[in-house]
């Protein structure tokens, strides 16, 4: 597949991993952001990854040094207007999504694919508010992005068959491995996952064991690489807590409560390691928040 232009919107964790990605296999990247700190903050964090896999020999120096020549950055969202694809990676939260891709719609192309980060919010909904909905598709990439393999990629009602052939095609192409879904609250991995989570949470909240037992447990004994309490707190349990919130409205099943030990902590501020403290505390708040 030939080379496209890519707009990243978002340069916190997972849109930097997701521009470093496209850079990497020779496509042009516009990384944009509000603010350039966070901008400078995400070329530094993808130059460490890049050094790192020089120095495991995965790459060489030469391959590092053009990968970040691919990269650009912007502040201002006018940047996007010749991409072939924007992939959005900003908070997951439906109404700054919603307004997100309004904008994008007025300012790209009327070919360009936009695509959606998303972990769980509604790919028909961002869609819906656009021109082009057979144009919108989720690209919901997993964390690490440089390491990860999966592509969960989502289509929302309208999306055409002819856009995700397109995007599952560049996924692997990417090296990656897509797999397709349907646009239902949590896709395929939050609403396995973040359900296995909540009741870790619970189990906690009701005495049943230490969140250090917990994630034993489910090492040790059903073979998880990270039990869930670490997991949740990598993700960021404020992250966990919204996709509980729109698996439990978008389903309307109790089985989904987010437990309210989780809520507790969210409203202390304890939100995993890019805090400092989570269900375990940590030397330093994560630099990639």
Not at 52 to 69: C, N, Q, S, V
Not at 124 to 130: E, H, R, S
Not at 205 to 217: F, K, L, N, S
């Amino acid at each position: 597949m030939g080379k496209v232009r890519v707009a990243v919107l978002g340069a916190g964790t997972m849109g930097n991993g997701i521009a470093q990605v496209f850079a990497q296999n020779g496509h042009p990247v516009v990384l944009c952001d509000l603010d350039q700190r966070f901008l400078d903050r995400a070329l530094s964090t993808i130059g460490k990854s890049l050094a790192k896999l020089a120095e495991k020999g995965k790459i060489t120096p030469a391959d590092k040094d053009a990968t970040l020549g691919r990269i650009t950055t912007a502040t201002e969202l006018g940047a996007v207007a010749e991409a072939d694809l924007v992939i959005e990676a900003v908070v997951e939260n439906l109404a700054v999504k919603t307004e997100v891709f309004r904008e994008l719609d007025h300012l790209t192309r009327p070919a360009s694919l936009l695509a959606s980060n998303t972990s769980s919010i509604s790919i028909t909904k961002l869609g819906a508010v656009t021109g082009r909905p057979d144009k919108v598709i989720g690209m919901h990439f997993m964390n690490p992005v440089p390491l990860m393999a999966l592509v969960e990629v989502i289509r929302g009602l309208a999306t055409s068959n002819e856009t995700t052939k397109t995007v599952m095609d560049l996924a692997t192409a990417l090296g990656k491995t897509p797999v397709e879904v349907n646009d239902f609250p949590g896709f395929v991995s939050n609403r396995v996952l973040m359900p296995m989570i909540n009741e870790a949470v619970f189990a906690v909240y009701e005495g049943v064991a230490t969140p250090e037992a917990i994630d034993q447990v489910m090492k040790l004994g059903m073979n998880h690489p990270m039990g869930p309490l670490t997991l949740a707190d990598f993700i960021g349990l404020d992250v966990c807590l919204a996709i509980l919130n729109v698996l439990h409205d978008g389903l309307g099943d109790p089985k989904y409560r987010p437990c309210p030990l989780l809520k507790r902590m969210v409203d202390a501020g304890w939100l995993g390691r890019k805090s400092g403290r989570g269900f375990y505390t940590y030397e330093q708040a994560s630099p990639n928040g």
